[in-house]
């Protein structure tokens, strides 16, 4: 089943506003039906009543001191009909318009139209009879008759026609409207859980901290709980923070006092192990850094600031080597990122190419399918493509540099996956290595 709620809505109005219309066009035609058959049935009474008010009895023969005024009567198949059948065997008394058809009982159906017998008429149609017994006062007994008078069937069933077409067109008219109301009022029912969600997302990408209370009052309560939860998971953050720092400093005077002890060792094992206690210290931060990254991906970070100061901090440092920064980034590409995490990651690839570049270094970041993709190119004499995999991870160098620990191109790699990026490396145009960044976008509030 669908979890969509505009789809349980519209579905639950199309059957609540189909059952209503079935129900309101049985009973509105039920009602007009009972109502045409009435005003049938009062008439079919007026007439029989008018004719045995007319019936005179002479010598024990019914007579007919004149019939009713309704020219259909006279006129052949005329479409109104009567009939006195005496009981005594005196052939009926008949209206012209039955021609030389003789009504009675036995030419009567077994089904009932609207509480009227049906028989075949002088016309080979159908006609609804009514049969009414009535006994007159003759001397010392009572002379019986019956007395039947019918209308054509098509007559009723256009009528009832005439109703049911625009009854039909009133109840599709009306089904339409009121569905164009519920999905309406679906619509802008559900207007304030999509604000919400908007809502939500401009936090997710830093444009705001908490939910406006704004709204309809049954939302209120879910607004109250999320900016609840994010006041929380805002004092858990600065909580984390706060204890990766006491960590940080905490390992930072064992380190101190081991760097001092073993002073005393021989050269070579001094060197050792003064290496093996800076790759515990790089390798410590690295942990601390890894223990807080991600957890501002609620903060929106310009790419071109980051990169161009680290660019100048660069620039500054290796001013002797005179190499060529060139730099292309467009001013408006966003990333959800704290700026912390996106220094580093894109510090450690300009460090890199600086360390290696002989006299040009390109970076050049675009926007493509919803993903930055930020590429650090050099000249140097760049990586066997054997390597790249092994580079990357931690503890591994690009060079045979024994002083490196190899954990920049790994941070850096960490760092964008922790955001939903990638890092990945190839040969550049220039001849040396590139770094390929990729991090999800974000458009600029």
Same mark, same amino acid.
């Given at each position: 089943m669908t979890r969509s709620l505009r789809f349980r809505l519209a579905t639950g109005a199309l059957i609540a506003i189909a059952v209503a219309l079935s129900l309101a066009w049985f009973v509105l035609g039920h009602l007009f039906e009972d109502y045409v058959a009435d005003q049938?049935?009062?008439?079919?009474?007026?007439?029989?009543?008018?004719?045995?008010?007319?019936?005179?009895?002479?010598?024990?023969?019914?007579?007919?001191?004149?019939?009713?005024?309704?020219?259909?009567?006279?006129?052949?198949?005329?479409?109104?009909?009567?009939?006195?059948?005496?009981?005594?065997?005196?052939?009926?008394?008949?209206?012209?318009s039955l021609w030389?058809?003789?009504?009675? @009982? +036995?030419?009567? %159906?077994?089904?009932?139209?609207?509480?009227?017998?049906?028989?075949?008429? #002088?016309?080979? !149609?159908? /006609?609804?009879?009514?049969?009414?017994?009535?006994?007159?006062?003759?001397?010392?007994?009572?002379?019986?008759?019956?007395?039947?008078?019918?209308?054509?069937?098509?007559?009723?069933?256009?009528?009832?026609?005439?109703?049911?077409?625009?009854?039909?067109?009133?109840?599709?008219?009306?089904?339409?409207?009121?569905?164009?109301?519920?999905?309406?009022?679906?619509?802008?029912?559900?207007?304030?859980?999509?604000?919400?969600?908007?809502?939500?997302?401009?936090? @997710? +990408?830093?444009? %705001?901290?908490?939910?406006?209370?704004?709204?309809?009052?049954?939302?209120? #309560?879910?607004? !109250?709980? /999320?900016?609840?939860?994010?006041?929380?998971?805002?004092?858990?953050?600065?909580?984390?923070r706060a204890r990766a720092s006491?960590?940080?400093?905490?390992l930072k005077t064992p380190l101190t006092v081991l760097s001092h002890l073993v002073e005393d060792l021989p050269e070579r094992q001094r060197q050792t192990a003064l290496q093996q206690i800076e790759l515990v210290r790089q390798r410590a931060d690295r942990q601390l850094q890894a223990a807080r990254m991600g957890v501002e991906q609620m903060t929106t970070t310009s790419l071109l600031p980051i990169s161009g100061k680290l660019v100048k901090v660069l620039s500054a440092a290796i001013r002797d080597r005179d190499i060529t920064w060139d730099m292309n980034i467009d001013p408006g590409l966003m990333v959800p990122a704290d700026p912390a995490d996106l220094a580093e990651a894109i510090g450690n690839l300009l460090d890199n190419a600086a360390r290696f570049a002989r006299k040009r270094i390109e970076i050049n970041a675009l926007e493509s399918g919803g993903t930055i993709i930020l590429r650090v190119?050099?000249?140097?004499?760049?990586?066997?493509?054997?390597?790249?995999?092994?580079?990357?991870?931690?503890?591994?160098?690009?060079?045979?540099?024994?002083?490196?620990?190899?954990?920049?191109?790994?941070?850096?790699?960490?760092?964008a996956t922790a955001y939903g990026g990638e890092l990945s490396l190839g040969r550049s145009r220039l001849g040396g290595l590139e770094a390929i960044l990729t991090l999800p976008a974000i458009s600029a509030p």
């Open positions: 049938y049935a009062n008439e079919m009474t007026s007439v029989s009543d008018a004719l045995a008010a007319r019936i005179t009895i002479e010598k024990g023969q019914l007579s007919l001191t004149g019939g009713p005024s309704d020219p259909r009567f006279q006129i052949p198949v005329g479409g109104r009909y009567w009939q006195i059948s005496p009981d005594n065997g005196q052939a009926p008394l008949r209206s012209n030389d058809l003789e009504l009675s @009982r +036995a030419l009567f %159906s077994k089904d009932l139209y609207c509480g009227f017998h049906q028989a075949e008429g #002088p016309d080979g !149609n159908s /006609i609804l009879i009514t049969a009414k017994d009535i006994s007159v006062a003759d001397g010392d007994g009572q002379q019986r008759f019956t007395v039947y008078t019918a209308f054509s069937k098509n007559e009723m069933e256009e009528a009832l026609a005439n109703y049911h077409r625009p009854l039909l067109l009133m109840l599709v008219a009306t089904g339409a409207l009121l569905l164009l109301g519920a999905f309406l009022q679906g619509f802008l029912g559900l207007r304030p859980l999509v604000r919400l969600r908007q809502d939500v997302a401009d936090i @997710r +990408a830093g444009h %705001s901290t908490n939910i406006g209370s704004a709204g309809p009052s049954e939302v209120t #309560p879910l607004v !109250n709980e /999320i900016n609840l939860l994010l006041s929380e998971r805002e004092t858990a953050v600065e909580r984390a006491d960590l940080a400093h905490g190119a050099d000249d140097g004499p760049g990586v066997d493509p054997e390597r790249y995999a092994a580079v990357l991870k931690r503890g591994v160098s690009d060079t045979d540099d024994t002083t490196s620990s190899g954990l920049g191109l790994a941070i850096s790699g960490d760092i």
